[in-house]
């Protein structure tokens, strides 16, 4: 069979490889795009939406347990485990089947199968059904993905240890949940179980939750889980698990001594490892580092025409962070000049209860790079939305460079504030600074007067505290 030729090729339609092949179908290449599993990738099937779903019940069912406070009343309030997980899974579907709908439109010729590179500018695609396939292309987009990582010892089982995967379609519900770390994913997971009446604890290796945040966010949201009932154990390692009938004997160590605990379900969130194997690279002589592939600001491998983006290409590993580099790419290739995405300025966002979000450097990285700072904060409990929603609990705290006003970072806990951040993004994409922010007028009344109260706290003008 003849060889099929396309002026771009994509392995992987997650977030970053499906939009990289609509961006440069809109631009007139003709695209072929390979997927062994899902349309959508991890973030549609197994990571970003379905656990949006599961932590909106979960959160729904908290506010039904404080219906007395709004003057409602909620009799005999419960829930059903299996229909969490079945609108979860039939939102993902969803939007599943709307990428291959989109992939039609913009007359994307999608290969479902797995994909090696067995030369340069070559394709071998295992299809699922039928013939193999052999494409060409001077143009080849890695995209993917990254999977769970797993640490000797705490491998996963699906029964007694579970990733990500197994948490999004449990077999039970756990009783006695040890979830082993605190970025994202295992925070999220110990939110939404502990929510639903799981003895929850989670276990950090670093001295903080959330590490990636700014130390005063990070304290805050701990202070807010343990009112929750979660156990949050700082400093501390999971060095072993002994699994027997229908339980786990963790053996924790915090401050030099081991300590053992039993549960009947483990989460393990202990990071990601890029999808780096079995597709040739090495041979091609590309530069793996840490399971990701090494690439320029232009995510180039260095190897003439082939480009990595999203989670393979390493951190942020984010969903926004893989489109975006998509559509760089996919314009680059297309013989555009776009600008190369910049890691300070995405998001990161946690839809745990409370939620948090930020943008740029914390106030401790800004101080190791030297700057000159000017910190604002502001709580929610300062705020008339806030207290008429109920949500009285979380604060935003910005960070100045004093000598120029430009905005440094952002940091947010508490209700919504996943849409909150994007008017601090919005405002450093624009380089914003503090006079910009000032002289903004904020609509009345919403959660978002508080960006604008923690930017005149920032320089001893605020109004209501």
């Known amino acids: 069979m003849a060889p099929k030729s396309f002026d771009m090729i994509v392995i992987g339609a997650g977030p970053g490889g499906y939009v990289a092949a609509i961006r440069a179908a809109q631009l007139g ?16 099937n197994w990571g970003c939406i379905p656990t949006k779903a599961m932590l909106r019940s979960s959160e729904v069912f908290h506010l039904m347990h404080r219906a007395k406070e709004f003057g409602l009343t909620a009799d005999k309030i419960g829930y059903d485990l299996d229909a969490v997980v079945k609108r979860s899974r039939g939102v993902a579907k969803q939007l599943s089947d709307g990428i291959g709908h989109l992939m039609k ?23 699922d059904k ?4 052999e494409l060409t292309s001077k143009n080849i987009v890695l995209a993917t993905g990254a999977r769970a ?3 000797p010892g705490l491998e996963a089982d699906g029964d007694l240890v579970w990733t990500y995967r197994h948490a999004l379609v449990p077999p039970r519900m756990p009783k006695k949940l040890l979830v082993i770390g605190s970025g994202a994913i295992g925070i999220e997971f110990a939110s939404f179980y502990n929510t639903l009446g799981a003895q929850t604890t989670v276990v950090e290796v670093m001295d903080r939750i959330l590490p ?15 009112k929750q009932g979660m156990t949050i154990l700082q400093k501390a390692a999971v060095k072993q698990l002994d699994r027997g009938k229908g339980k786990v004997t963790a053996h924790i160590e915090t401050g030099g001594k081991v300590e053992k605990q039993e549960f009947d379900t483990v989460i393990s969130a202990v990071g990601i490892v890029g999808n780096v194997e079995d597709l040739g690279l090495e041979d ?10 090494v690439t320029d600001e232009y995510c180039r491998t260095g190897v003439d025409g082939l480009y990595a983006i999203g989670d393979i290409a390493g951190a942020p590993w984010l969903a926004h962070k893989a489109s975006h580099e998509g559509v760089m790419v996919a314009e680059l290739i297309a013989g555009k000049d776009p600008h190369p995405v910049k890691p300070n300025s995405i998001a990161g966002c946690t839809y745990s209860n409370p939620q948090v979000a930020s943008v740029g450097y914390t106030e401790a990285k800004a101080k190791e790079l030297g700057y000159d700072i000017k910190v604002g904060r502001f709580p929610f409990i300062g705020n008339g939305k ?3 929603l109920g949500e009285a609990e979380g604060m935003i705290k910005t960070i100045f460079d004093a000598k120029t006003g430009e905005l440094l970072g952002a940091h947010m806990i508490g209700a919504e504030v996943t849409e909150l951040i994007q008017g601090y993004i919005v405002g450093r994409q624009l380089e914003t600074t503090e006079e910009d922010l000032m002289n903004t007028v904020f609509p009345h009344p919403t959660l978002s007067e508080m960006m604008h ?5 920032a320089y001893g003008r605020v109004i209501h505290m």
């Open 29 to 44: 290449l003709s695209v072929a795009i390979v997927e062994r599993e899902n349309m959508g990738g991890i973030c549609l």
């Open 105 to 127: 439109k913009n007359k994307i010729n999608v290969f479902r199968g797995e994909a090696h590179l067995p030369a340069k500018g070559r394709v071998a695609v295992k299809m």
């Open 130 to 133: 039928g013939d193999d396939e």
């Open 149 to 151: 990582r797993e640490l």
């Open 212 to 226: 990636v945040e700014d130390a005063e966010i990070s304290k805050f949201a701990k202070k807010q889980f343990e």
């Open 284 to 293: 091609l002589g590309v530069k793996i580092d840490r399971a990701h592939v």
């Open 386 to 388: 806030a207290i008429a």
């Open 453 to 457: 109260e923690s930017v005149l706290d």
